[in-house]
T-cell receptor
Framework: GQQVMQIPQYQHVQEGEDFTTYCNSS?????IQWYKQRPGGHPVFLIQ?????EVKKQKRLTFQFGEAKKNSSLHITATQTTDVGTYFC?????????????FGGGTRVLVKP | DTEVTQTPKHLVMGMTNKKSLKCEQH?????MYWYKQKAKKPPELMFV???????INESVPSRFSPECPNSSLLNLHLHALQPEDSALYLC????????????FGPGTRLTVL
C-alpha cells in the first residue's frame, strides 16, 4: 500500500551539531506536515508545506518539500537538548476512499550534552 | 482555547468490560480524529469525523465504536477488547479539511488485561 517512510529511525546528535531527517513517499503528496512528539507527550504541529520545492524556516529548523512532492526533509542546526523527541512527517493523500494524512515512522532524536 | 481535552488519562479494563473514551474541543473545528499509537510507533488513523459524520473508518474492528454527539465532542466506545488493543489513544481535531493543522489531545493510556 501507499506508505510514507522516514530515515533515520534514530538520530543521536551531539549538542551543537546539525542533523537532517528525511521523509519519502511512494506516491505524490498533496501536502506534507511535520509534527514533534516529546517523550510522554502528544504530537504537536510544526509546519505544513504545500508547494513543489517549497522551503520554510522556523528559527533553527528548515523544512523542504521536494520538486516531485514525494519527499521532504527537516534540518536542525545547532541542536539543543530541547530538540529531544520524535519528529514525524505526515503526507496528505487524496484518495477515493477519503482524503487523509499518513504518518511516517518517525525519527527519534537523542541529544548528547 | 486551543486545547483538545481527553478523559480519562489512564484506563485499565478487562476483556469483558465496556468503557468509553471522551474527547472535547472548543476551537470550532469541524473535523475530529481518533488515532491509536503503540510504543515507538507513529499514530495510526482509526476514524475521521467530518461535520459530525463518519467519513473514514480505517477497517477498525467493531469492538471499537466511535460516536460524534455534536461538533465539539467525540467518543470512542470500547467493548470486548483484546490485550493487543493496549495503546495510547489520541484524539485530534482540525479546522475542516484533512490538510489543515491537526491539534492533538494528551491521549488516553489504555491497558487491557
Amino acid at each position: 500500500g501507499q506508505q510514507v517512510m522516514q530515515i533515520p529511525q534514530y538520530q543521536h546528535v551531539q549538542e551543537g551539531e546539525d542533523f537532517t531527517t528525511y521523509c519519502n513517499s511512494s506516491t505524490t503528496l498533496s501536502n506534507i506536515q511535520w509534527y514533534k512528539q516529546r517523550p510522554g507527550g502528544h504530537p504537536v504541529f510544526l509546519i505544513q508545506l504545500v508547494k513543489s520545492g517549497e522551503v520554510k524556516k522556523q528559527k533553527r529548523l528548515t523544512f523542504q518539500f521536494g520538486e516531485a512532492k514525494k519527499n521532504s526533509s527537516l534540518h536542525i542546526t545547532a541542536t539543543q537538548t530541547t530538540d529531544v523527541g520524535t519528529y514525524f512527517c505526515a503526507g496528505g493523500m487524496i484518495k477515493a476512499a477519503g482524503n487523509k494524512l499518513t504518518f511516517g515512522g518517525g525519527t527519534r532524536v537523542l541529544v548528547k550534552p | 482555547d486551543t486545547e483538545v481535552t481527553q478523559t480519562p488519562k489512564h484506563l485499565v479494563m478487562g476483556m469483558t468490560n465496556k468503557k468509553s473514551l471522551k474527547c472535547e474541543q472548543h476551537m470550532g473545528h469541524r473535523a475530529m480524529y481518533w488515532y491509536k499509537q503503540k510504543a515507538k510507533k507513529p499514530p495510526e488513523l482509526m476514524f475521521v469525523y467530518s461535520y459530525e459524520k463518519l467519513s473514514i473508518n480505517e477497517s477498525v474492528p467493531s469492538r471499537f465504536s466511535p460516536e460524534c454527539p455534536n461538533s465539539s465532542l467525540l467518543n470512542l466506545h470500547l467493548h470486548a477488547l483484546q490485550p493487543e488493543d493496549s495503546a495510547l489513544y489520541l484524539c485530534a481535531s482540525s479546522q475542516g479539511a484533512f490538510w489543515d493543522e491537526q491539534f492533538f489531545g494528551p491521549g488516553t493510556r489504555l491497558t487491557v488485561l
